[in-house]
């Protein structure tokens, strides 16, 4: 493995070991600490696998897809805050709330965008290194939904994007996990970008699979060592809230799976926005 990887691999262990020694400054910045550390082991692991990375051979889309990550983020973090962009001050509308934050809005940004630049390269790289191995030759007979159906999957993506913007209520969290695969996923196979719809036309299931399985095992990580944080974040649903593993309610993990598709249908529409990108990329 490459020299990143076991740097990665001892941040890990370092912001663990830290952590539980009672190292404040460790708790306060776990997060963004220890995510930067597993992009750096999984970059290494999946140029092993694949000769090919964010960090080897790919690093003008590794800094795209981390940009793309923070502003996706912020992009949830609009929806998760409907009374502050109104302009009231009532809380009770969040969905998840962050504890025991930097006082300083300067450096509470920065961790904020430290830790929000780590979701979309975690996500990827997990599922690159799932795609190599456990999921490596998946198939499915071919399956080319009729131009009709794609276009009520663009519809449906579109109302769900929207009403949660619209309508303020907890109940309208689960379409913001969906819409944005169902808007913006058909729009990238018909241009001919990187799309998992486009691989069932061919009956490859590598990659869908690879990130439906990619987003649960980060979403357990990130609820795993979101527990043990000083500054953390916790939700409120109302839907089983109170059955839990870590700080989620367990029906919640129901939603990294498809959180997993609609940043990969994100990024590579964005992507194409920019111009063409690799014919190959790293996913």
């Not at 690093?59 to 962009?85: D, H, I, K, M, Q």
């Not at 025991?100 to 390269?121: K, M």
Request: hydrophobic letters at 55%; a positive charge; one cysteine or more.
């Amino acid at each position: 493995m490459r020299l990143h990887g076991w740097i990665g691999l001892g941040i890990i262990l370092g912001a663990e070991a830290a952590l539980f020694a009672g190292s404040r400054l460790v708790g306060e910045w776990f997060t963004p600490v220890v995510w930067t550390g597993y992009v750096l082991l999984m970059d290494a692991v999946v140029a092993r696998l694949t000769g090919r990375s964010y960090l080897t051979t790919d690093r003008v889309e590794g800094v795209l897809v981390a940009l793309t990550s923070v502003g996706g983020w912020w992009l949830f973090e609009w929806y998760n805050a409907p009374r502050f962009w109104r302009g009231g001050a009532d809380a009770a509308g969040l969905w998840w709330q962050y504890h025991t934050l930097e006082p300083s809005l300067f450096l509470r940004r920065v961790g904020y965008d430290w830790a929000f630049a780590t979701i979309f390269p975690a996500l990827f790289l997990t599922a690159a290194a799932l795609r190599a191995t456990v999921f490596r030759g998946a198939r499915v007979s071919p399956w080319q939904p009729p131009a009709a159906v794609l276009n009520v999957f663009v519809a449906a993506g579109a109302v769900c994007v929207v009403l949660p913007l619209v309508v303020v209520s907890a109940w309208l969290v689960p379409l913001v996990w969906a819409g944005w695969a169902l808007l913006l996923e058909p729009l990238n196979a018909r241009a001919g970008r990187p799309s998992w719809l486009a691989d069932l036309r061919r009956g490859d299931a590598s990659r869908v699979l690879a990130l439906l399985a990619s987003g649960l095992l980060c979403g357990v990580l990130w609820e795993f060592w979101n527990y043990w944080a000083l500054t953390k974040w916790t939700y409120s649903l109302p839907y089983a809230g109170d059955l839990k593993l870590f700080e989620m309610p367990v029906l919640g993990y129901l939603g990294f799976p498809p959180f997993a598709l609609e940043c990969f249908a994100m990024y590579h529409w964005l992507r194409g926005r920019l111009g063409e990108g690799p014919r190959t990329p790293v996913l």
